[in-house]
């Protein structure tokens, strides 16, 4: 495959060229090595988020090997456009080999089938959207497995302007996974110990969480073994304007908001409102909720990863945890 902005060793020495000047030109900062033998431009690379990153080192590695590799786990994972939290260090890929696991020169192998549960999206060999959800359930820590499940299960628009190949896709691609195909990709895990595990989130998951945010909030609520909440409570408020709430604890008609910074910075989210605009939207969408009686408590992200500041958030709201003290 193609991709105009890497430039290849290989391509270089095709040509005549020697492919040493192009280790000197990144030695002086005018080229960035994306992976042996494959660079690209500096100001380039510099536009390029994580994710769009770790795309790119992907392709560098599908222009170099022989046999096309099939990528898995995380990288799978954010080329389907799934909850994934963080950008791997390196890429994921299956081999057939049992032994497996060795990892070397960026590259993460895991054994697994080369054939079954495979996809292709553009250009790039993928474990399909159902395999790559299960086997990370059955890897990853709770908060980030219930993420990647949530989001497999979720219904939303997927074809907007992205091609299939876009590796900063911010909602999943495809279908949403049904709970009886991701159940019988469940049931064909062969350690008991990882069946287990993942049988316990998908029991957990939801199709109404929204976000990463929000599924990891909703995790940590079950650790810290809160009341488990509603989802997307609907409330029609004083201007008769509806507000939906990502949490809502009828029984003490509290609502909970995580607040992702993404829906004030991302235009996509907040329309043609400035910043400025939707922060003050949302100040009296909140006021408005508080009017009908609610309680209103939010967080962000780090207070969410802190275990103890966010039961105290909770426990402001009237929340108390089952668990003994």
């Not at 391509?11 to 030109?25: E, M, N, P, S, V």
């Not at 628009?157 to 909602?171: F, I, S």
């Not at 910043?275 to 609610?294: P, Y």
Request: proline letters at 3%; glycine letters at 10%.
């Amino acid at each position: 495959m193609a991709i105009p902005e890497l430039i290849l060793a290989a391509d270089a020495t095709r040509i005549g060229h020697d492919a040493r000047h192009l280790a000197k030109q990144a030695k002086r900062g005018e080229l960035v090595r994306v992976r042996r033998g494959a660079y690209t431009r500096s100001a380039y690379w510099a536009e390029l988020n994580e994710r769009q990153r770790h795309g790119l080192q992907a392709a560098a590695l599908v222009n170099a090997a022989r046999t096309p590799p099939l990528f898995n786990l995380q990288t799978a994972a954010l080329l389907w456009g799934l909850g994934v939290v963080g950008v791997p260090k390196g890429l994921c890929t299956v081999t057939e080999d049992p032994r497996g696991g060795r990892s070397k020169h960026g590259i993460r192998r895991s054994f697994g089938s080369l054939d079954a549960g495979v996809a292709q999206l553009g250009d790039f060999r993928v474990t399909d959207k159902v395999r790559t959800t299960i086997e990370l359930a059955a890897a990853l820590n709770f908060a980030e497995a219930l993420a990647i499940v949530d989001s497999s299960r979720r219904n939303q628009g997927w074809g907007d302007d992205l091609e299939a190949d876009n590796w900063n896709k911010d909602k999943a691609w495809g279908p949403p996974a049904g709970v009886d195909e991701l159940a019988e990709a469940v049931s064909a895990l062969t350690r008991v110990s990882m069946k287990r595990r993942a049988e316990s989130i998908l029991d957990l998951s939801s199709d109404k969480s929204e976000s990463v945010g929000e599924s990891m909030s909703r995790a940590q609520m079950i650790l810290l073994n809160f009341p488990v909440p509603s989802l997307q409570g609907s409330f029609t408020l004083g201007n008769g304007r509806t507000a939906r709430t990502d949490f809502w604890w009828p029984e003490l008609d509290l609502v909970g908001e995580f607040d992702g910074h993404g829906k004030y910075l991302r235009k996509r989210l907040r329309g043609n409102q400035t910043i400025q605009q939707a922060v003050m939207a949302e100040k009296a969408r909140e006021n408005g909720l508080r009017a009908l009686g609610l309680t209103v408590v939010r967080w962000d992200w780090a207070e969410m990863m802190n275990p103890r500041v966010f039961a105290r958030i909770l426990n402001d709201g009237g929340l108390r945890s089952l668990r003994a003290a």
